[in-house]
């Protein structure tokens, strides 16, 4: 009997101490897992996510951005930005037949919540075919500068990136062509950008 009474007590000792572990752990859990729906940008710091500009495509136009982020400093707050943009074939009745390719990067820092800056800079190749000034061909070396901040919203691990504000400039460009009205320039002037983005964390 004191053998039974001992195997009894060591059991319940046993199972008290498995369930509080468990509640432990979901406690845990739920401390831990973002919410589905979140204004905080919760998900932000937590793996790999991929995203692309659904704007630029239709406004201004030819224009294709993808990126993938991954998570970066900045108390936990920041993401490093790799990806290309470039712009499809198109005809621009100042210049010629434009497209372009460059290699994308940047920095995104989280200030409160879901509201956040992104510094970015594309360097590739623009190229423009018959132009209508000169009706010769062009390949150009550049290097752009953009600056946008907005607002993250998340659903589960699918989030949209709002930036209604922004500045972008070519501060470089190796072999300039004539365009209508203005010359050649080796830079462009800031003008103001917006962007909107749809992406997935991983």
Avoid at 28 to 43: G, N, Q
Avoid at 54 to 62: E, K
Avoid at 96 to 125: C, E, P, Q, T
Wanted: charged share 15%; proline share 5%.
């Amino acid at each position: 009997m004191k053998f039974l009474r001992v195997w009894v007590f060591t059991l319940a000792c046993w199972s008290m101490g498995s369930t509080a572990l468990a509640q432990s752990a979901t406690q845990d859990t739920d401390a831990t897992d973002p919410p589905l729906f979140s204004l905080s940008a919760d998900r932000a710091a937590h793996g790999v996510g991929v995203e692309t500009s659904v704007l630029w495509p239709f406004f201004p136009g030819y224009l294709l951005q993808a990126r993938a982020t991954l998570p970066l400093a900045f108390a936990g707050r920041g993401q490093l930005l790799l990806g290309a943009q470039g712009h499809i074939p198109h005809a621009r009745s100042a210049e010629g037949r434009f497209s372009s390719l460059a290699a994308h990067i940047g920095f995104r820092a989280y200030l409160w919540k879901g509201l956040h800056v992104d510094v970015m800079s594309n360097l590739g190749i623009g190229r423009l075919e018959g132009s209508v000034v000169d009706g010769k061909d062009y390949s150009s070396f550049d290097l752009e500068l953009l600056a946008n901040i907005g607002w993250r919203f998340e659903v589960g691990p699918v989030y949209a990136l709002v930036q209604p504000l922004g500045l972008g400039a070519v501060v470089y460009r190796s072999h300039p062509w004539a365009i209508v009205g203005e010359g050649r320039k080796t830079t462009e002037p800031p003008i103001f950008i917006g962007n909107v983005l749809l992406g997935a964390q991983f």
